[in-house]
């Protein structure tokens, strides 16, 4: 797992230091699906499919689907075979028909997510209005709320508060996993002075907090911060967007064949970071090309 590193950096022969920020690359959650769809691969029959991408990395999907492991938006597109569920979670209901046409179900959600999922539906079980800290069309928002009932609400921040649907409510906070601790600081201080009863499920995991302040640590340190991994990674682009309001020459690339030198004049300090579905080969594939750009 590349889960931390020393941030002792490499010079390139010019002198220019690059640093990887200490955590970068694939988390628990993401070596656990990658894992669980090799097993799958190496000892089931084919045809094995993901419904969706299972992790957000587009050359790590082209990979799988090299090694017969293909995404499918729609279940119509398995008439059998196995569907491993994506690290992001699906509907129940989803792999109830799954289920229902026959195909073997195999889930590889991650497992904070799943505590994400439980939390959602607890809330609503007890009674609270539920309310989602999230990306709307997320895939990981998605399966949250179809578990939290048909009352749930979903913002992206507390701009998106319907303060007058909330008043005098007793409200329940789940988070998307990738979301940032700012914005969940910042909802639950606007929903405070508004609502009857507050409960907050701060469902951001560990890995997420790790990366965002290692993010944070590294742009306050360098000339220059490249940040590499998909582009449709929720978790990525809160990195690029933490590193850019501290570091204004950000840039986030999906793979090192984008990389342009006048970026770096004059850094003598760049700065690499990268989401949690990066694979390790790509973190070393921009470092290296980094160093061939700065000499």
Known sequence: MTDSRQTAGRRTPSGV?????????????????????EEARLTLAPPIYTLGPLIHNPSVVERLANKGIRAISSLDEAERGSVIVRAHGVAPEIIDQARQRGLNVIDATCPFVGVAQRKARELHRRGYLPLILGEREHPEVTSLKARAGEE???VEGAEDLPLQTLHDRRVGVVVQTTQTREKLAELAAALAPVVRELLVFNTICDATGNRQDAARELASEVDAVVVVGG?????????ADLCQALQPRTWHVETAAELQ?????????????????TPEGDIQATVRRIEELVG
Not at 231 to 239: E, I
Not at 261 to 277: D, N, P, T, Y
């Open 17 to 37: 230091e690059i640093v990887v920020a200490q955590y970068a690359g694939y988390c628990y959650g993401v070596e656990r699906a990658l894992k669980i769809a």
């Open 152 to 154: 749930a609400l979903v």
């Open 231 to 239: 582009r449709n990674s929720a978790n990525t682009t809160h990195l």
């Open 261 to 277: 030198a006048e970026w770096f004049a004059g850094c003598r300090r760049i700065g690499v970071v990268a989401g949690a579905s």
